[in-house]
């Protein structure tokens, strides 16, 4: 398979880290790229990315950061995976099919897709299909049995501190 | 998903028209780039990596050419993607989750995966399971079962013509 982005990484990790906020509270994208170890450049590319998706809000202003546009039982993997990546296809079907010397150009003898074109969309809708299938929430449970204690109370206190 | 290379779309193809071809016979790279409408410089960097992932084989010659490595049940639409895209995970994993201010850097707090690599690479998972599970002979199914009677008479008359 192709490297997505290697920005699908940061986004997931900031929407599990915005998930801790408090209500209505915002984080501000240098905070987000401090708690990541990335560039605040870097990162603001994929908070907008996100922003767009509407997977996170922007909150303009001095005092302003980024929520999650919606709880985290709403906001699915294959929400963040597309706002970064896209949602077009990984399969391009270039009606190859048609080419061969000869062959019919009338669009009529082609109303059904191409059968390689046709396995190969299913096969990458079993990754959409599981990735639209797990949300936010479930990376919350995930931290909350396997992040250590020590870590967990790192985030929430900076959290605590950043949070506005 | 990130798109694939659409060397994806003429190796799938091409093995589907090799898969025609009479026993020990083989056919020219310029013919199968004829058969599919691409150059053939385009095509051969895309006929050495079938043949370096052991998907096809180059006889070499002036009567050579191109035939499947194995019968058409034995070879998986996986083995063609990953012959032309390799093998290398979608999601990649840049350990994010050690890089917050203040977090261990001892690798034993971090044997077991992070959670978010565990669930992409478990998605994408899906998706390699499916092109595994199907082969060059489901192809040859659904084009005995799709492909109209005119355009099989012309492919099926191509290889007589130039198949050696």
């Not at 990790?13 to 990335?38: D, F, I």
């Not at 922003?51 to 005092?63: E, K, L, N, S």
Request: aromatic residues 4%.
């Amino acid at each position: 398979m192709r490297r997505m982005s290697d920005g699908v990484e940061a986004a997931l990790h900031c929407a599990l880290v915005l998930s801790g906020l408090p209500e209505n509270k915002v984080l501000a994208g240098k905070h987000l790229a401090e708690l990541h170890g990335v560039s605040e450049s870097y990162l603001l590319k994929h908070l907008r990315a996100l922003t767009a998706a509407d997977v996170i809000i922007a909150v303009p202003g001095p005092r302003g950061g980024y929520r999650l546009a919606h709880i985290p039982q709403q906001i699915t993997l294959l929400d963040i995976v597309e706002a970064i990546d896209g949602k077009e296809p990984a399969f391009i079907c270039r009606e190859i099919r048609r080419r061969a010397p000869g062959k019919s150009q009338d669009s009529c003898n082609y109303k059904r897709d191409c059968f390689i074109k046709s396995r190969m969309l299913a096969a990458e809708q079993l990754w959409r299909n599981a990735l639209h299938s797990q949300t936010v929430a479930d990376l919350m449970q995930d931290g909350e049995q396997q992040i250590s204690p020590s870590s967990k109370l790192l985030v929430s206190d900076y959290l605590n501190l950043h949070a506005r």
